[in-house]
């Protein structure tokens, strides 16, 4: 089913080349499937492309949690804290501090 999905996502994808959430759902359906790396790859170009796209950095840093790569979870943690005082989103800037304080114990 999960191959299914990527392809559905892929294919609206290639109809709305500029949809950021299709992109991002597209990362986390690769994450379900195991490919983490490829995963990891599509959001740190997309947050290199699109910085404000928030709930990117929370996912990223889960994944990067997820590989034993601390120092780079924590890294995106931090960027995404910053990026969410110039957005405005103190809901997701308390839960990158949170996740941050967690890999950081």
Known sequence: MSVERLAQLKAMLAEEPGD????????????REGNMEQAISDLETML?????????YYQLAIMLADLGRTDDAIAVCKAGSLRCLVTGDRKARAELMELQNGLEE
């Not at 950021?20 to 994450?31: G, S």
């Open 20 to 31: 950021l959430f299709l992109r991002y759902a597209i990362a986390l359906e690769l994450k």
């Open 48 to 56: 290199h492309e699109h910085p404000d796209h928030i709930a990117s």
